[in-house]
């Protein structure tokens, strides 16, 4: 299997209380060195919660964000100059919020153009042609084009949007949180769109939610972010219903299934820990109960086990 | 409705609509007028009163005919002064949009020059500027332009900020375009309304400034007439002839007056959030105008809302939001209700307490009986006694319904004393009891904390123990988890469970999550298009779903565990609520609708013990609820 994107050692750190002269008082790591490799057609999944640098890492994939340091490969060729345009043709993004990624005074016509015009420098016939074709492929009707976007619901939104992403003709996807906004019945539809065009088109995703049915239901691979790191890398399938770090356990457990009763994994004074002072050691450790002492002095670092799980954890399940 | 038809509604900027116009043909036309030359003296007729013979409005201290001069006048101040709007607003924005579109640097050092500009009084520049060009109309101009530059900089350089950083901005890079491009096709036109309101309060006051400096004799040079000039060479003829000062100082008054009021109408009808009623005042509860029979008396239950209906009225449309809703809560039960957006869940969780925003909001039929007291058409001063005391609630967002610039401790205090008159310090001591009871760490420490210093999950705590303060005997939450992360809402579901037991309260829960509902809820209802479709005992329904909705909305979310899988979606979209179809709302969506669906009222009937649902034909129906 080739790559369709590897990542290695990529970070980002922002800086904080910046001053008009001089250095800024201090750095915050949003994403710590982090490689990471998805396979051509595949549906990388990514989780965490909040603040665990699941859209900074979105973003510096694109190119919307320039990394720190580390390097992003897409299908083979290196890409590090933080330059949308250059990225728009390999990989393309998916908002979370379908509405406010569409300019309210563009017409959703000049806004499916803009990425044939300026990506691919297409004729006005090529254009018109290739527009219905992609419209056809995310079940729109051409007579939408010369509509507005608010005069649409939130679901042909993020169809817009999908369908804006695949006239950049990029192999890749990165989809930010994409029916986070959507109704549940609506989310179905979108999320069995979004299986239909990677078939058609051999699409590569990579499927950021904090969701982790969704994630589960659309991903062959599913990567657990905590606090600016992978922690577990394994298949769909067996990584929540056989979770192997202590943090994806706990995750597992917190979301609400039908037929379980209610319990609270954890005790509830817990919090992230604080990213302006962060822990030493592993970042996990003050709510985990498996904690070592060795958990406290070095950071576990990811460790293959077996054929495709990855685990950083100094004392795993 | 249009620009045209909000800004006619307005009265006073319809007036100065009209004026403006009035004035502004006349400027045109002035060359076409038999009119006196403006500039000819004729030293033998100075100072002719009003209507004196063929000079309408006299004549000035050089014999000059004032009609004449004064359009003319017109004509120069109204050019000089939209001219320099213009390039005001021209350079202005285009400095605020580079400044706020690049930010950092750049922004910083445009921005402190900016503010450096406007340090000086702006007469005070004004005058240094004509002084170092020389004095002249043109001078004037630029000197005007040049002092309201960093009004419309500052101005738009914050709207800017603020599109610069949006999802479609974005989206623009990543289809291939450059800054330049971007600022003229994604940035500019979202922000051209801006300046155009900008201008249209502005001006008025450019053309005062230009009169200013004119009354000076920096601006127009005799013989040339404008009104500032007008004015000046009036003032030592104030007190003898005092009509050679009033006609270009009424014009003046006239023209500033009916461009202010013209500009605010711009302003209002162009400006998204008056235009949106936003800024209009909500009445303090909801108005209640039921046009059907109040239905009877329910004391059974401690809430019992009955046929319950709740519309929105905008723009000659009636939303229907909630179209009759039956539901009651025992004491210590807690009952959930599921929908999707716009199924009317909130309306109907609002609407009991009166806490539905009119206008639009109306209550047009239903009782909501309290431990037998109708809450709906209660007066205000009953509803807010109940608010908050017996009946609380938790919203979804802790955020936006705790106050930013008051202490957590200071809310949580008046919340108390609202209800129940204590000393300051007493109240204090409760309030450290109340964040206890949530499990927040260092209660007494975080008292004295603000909102914005906790955490999304310590926020909804604190919205929690808010709701707690005075021991209500039902708390009405509104998808009070669904922002949270998933290892927190545990948290918070676990803790809501552990209250009810332990103060045997009363709870309504409103979220979209079935898996949720399984984990708290005694009974659940089920909400489409305003109606409760199915309801009954939680775990009955979720195990055997009889109304279609339920049944596949229950199959479209994924379910943890499945691993991947195709999702059985529900075609098509929730109907518009103004114009909702005859018979089952779901008709549309459903794959076992017939004919019979789509005609009269399908009635929420019993079909198993306990059970009710909406449906013609539903996926089950016990023996014993058929007979």
């Known amino acids: 299997m080739t790559a369709a994107l590897e990542v290695t050692e990529l970070y980002k750190t922002f800086a904080v209380g910046k001053r008009l002269i001089g250095p800024p008082r201090a750095h915050v790591r949003a994403v710590q060195p982090l490689t990471l490799t998805i396979n051509k057609g595949e549906t990388l999944g990514i989780v965490g919660e909040s603040g665990c640098g699941k859209s900074t890492l979105a973003r510096m994939l694109v190119g919307l964000l320039e990394p720190s340091g580390g390097q992003i490969k897409i299908e083979g060729e290196p890409l590090n100059t933080a330059d949308p345009a250059a990225f728009g043709r390999r990989i393309q993004y998916v908002f979370q919020d379908p509405v406010s990624s569409l300019n309210p005074r563009r017409t959703i016509r000049q806004i499916m153009e803009a990425p044939l015009k300026h990506l691919h420098g297409m004729s006005k016939a090529a254009r018109a042609r290739r527009i219905a074709e992609i419209f056809s492929a995310v079940n729109l009707r051409l007579d939408f084009l010369d509509r507005y976007p608010h005069e649409f619901s939130g679901g042909q939104a993020q169809r817009i949007v999908i369908g804006r992403a695949l006239a950049a003709d990029a192999r890749i996807l990165v989809l930010d949180e994409p029916v986070s906004a959507l109704d549940v019945s609506i989310q179905a539809q979108v999320l069995n769109l979004l299986s239909d065009l990677k078939e058609k088109f051999d699409l590569t995703y990579l499927f950021i939610s904090h969701d982790l049915a969704v994630v589960e239901a659309i991903s062959d691979r599913i990567a657990v972010l905590y606090f600016g790191s992978v922690v577990e890398i394994g298949p769909a399938i067996q990584v929540f219903s056989q979770p192997r770090h202590p943090y994806t356990k706990l995750l597992a457990e917190s979301a609400p299934v039908v037929g379980r009763p209610l319990t609270a994994p954890e005790g509830r004074e817990t919090e992230l820990p604080d990213p302006h002072n962060p822990p030493q050691g592993c970042a996990f450790r003050a709510r985990c109960s498996r904690a070592l002492s060795q958990c406290g002095l070095e950071r576990p670092e990811l460790v293959r086990e077996g054929a495709d799980r990855i685990i950083a954890c100094h004392n795993s399940l | ?627």
């Open chain 2, 1 to 627: 409705m249009s620009f045209l038809g909000l800004l006619v509604r307005n009265r006073l900027a319809f007036a100065g609509l009209v004026v403006m116009l009035v004035i502004v043909v006349l400027a045109l036309v002035t060359p076409l007028l038999p009119l006196a030359d403006p500039d000819v003296t004729d030293t033998a007729n100075r100072f002719k009163r009003p209507f004196a013979a063929s000079v309408i409005l006299g004549t000035d201290h050089l014999g000059r005919d004032l009609l004449s001069r004064l359009l003319w006048g017109v004509r120069l101040s109204l050019a000089v002064g939209f001219a320099s709007a213009l390039i005001a607003a021209a350079i202005g924005a285009a400095i605020g949009i580079i400044a706020g579109f690049y930010g950092g640097r750049t922004d910083n050092v445009i921005m402190r020059g900016v503010d450096m500009l406007m340090a000086f009084p702006y007469i005070l520049l004004a005058l240094a500027i004509v002084a170092s060009l020389g004095p002249g109309l043109i001078n004037a101009l630029i000197a005007v332009a040049a002092v309201n530059i960093p009004f419309f900089a500052r101005n738009i350089r914050g709207v800017t900020v603020s599109i610069a950083h949006t999802e479609f901005v974005d989206a623009a890079r990543l289809s291939g375009m450059g800054d330049a491009r971007i600022i003229l096709t994604e940035i500019l036109p979202n922000v051209v309304p801006v300046i155009v309101i900008a201008m249209s309060t502005t001006v008025g006051w450019m053309i005062l400034e230009t009169a200013g400096l004119s009354f000076l004799g920096l601006g127009s040079q005799p013989p040339q007439a404008d009104l500032g000039s007008m004015l000046g060479e009036a003032r030592s003829a104030l007190i003898t002839n005092p009509h050679t000062s009033i006609v270009p100082g009424a014009m003046i008054l006239v023209i500033v007056m009916s461009i202010n009021l013209l500009g605010d109408g711009v302003r209002d009808a162009l400006d998204p959030r008056l235009r949106s009623g936003a800024l209009s005042r909500p009445m303090p509860s909801t108005l209640v105008r039921r046009e059907e029979p109040v239905p009877a008396k329910e004391t059974s239950a401690l809430l019992a809302l009955s046929g319950l209906k709740t519309q929105f009225h905008s723009n000659g449309r009636i939303h229907k939001a909630v179209g009759g809703v039956d539901l009651y809560v025992r004491p210590g039960e807690c009952v959930g209700v599921v929908g999707e957006s716009g199924s009317g869940k909130s309306v109907t969780a609002l609407s009991v307490m009166g806490l539905v925003a009119s206008p639009p909001g109306v209550i047009t039929a239903g009782a909501a009986h309290f431990s037998g007291q109708d809450l709906i058409g209660a007066n205000y001063e009953t509803l807010r006694r109940l608010r908050g005391d017996r009946v609380a609630y938790i919203f979804q967002d802790p955020l936006t319904a705790l106050h930013p610039l008051y202490t957590v401790g200071a809310q949580l205090v008046e919340a108390i004393r609202v209800h129940h008159a204590m000393p300051r310090a007493k109240a204090r001591e409760h309030a450290v009891e109340l964040l206890e009871s949530v499990r927040i760490p260092n209660a007494e420490e975080r008292l004295d904390g603000y909102p914005h210093e906790l955490s999304g999950g310590m926020r909804q705590r604190v919205g929690i123990a808010m709701a707690l303060a005075n021991d209500p005997e039902l708390i009405i939450a509104d998808e009070p988890t669904t922002s949270l992360d998933v290892t927190v809402q545990a948290q918070i579901l676990s803790l809501l469970s552990e209250l009810q037991r332990e103060r045997g309260l009363a709870i309504i829960f409103i979220t979209h999550d079935f898996g949720v509902v399984a984990q708290l809820c005694n009974r659940v209802a089920v909400m489409y298009a305003g109606r409760i479709v199915e309801e009954g005992p939680t775990d009955a329904i979720l195990n055997a779903p009889a109304h279609p909705y339920t049944a596949r909305l229950m199959a479209c979310v994924p379910e943890l565990g499945r691993g991947r899988h195709r999702l059985a979606a529900i075609p098509g979209l929730p109907p518009v609520l103004d114009g909702l179809p005859e018979g089952c709302a779901f008709a549309e969506r459903c794959h076992k609708a017939k004919e019979a669906c789509r005609t009269g009222e399908i009635a929420l009937t019993a079909n198993a013990v306990q059970r009710a649902v909406r449906c013609i034909d539903p996926e089950f129906r016990t023996a014993d609820a058929a007979r």
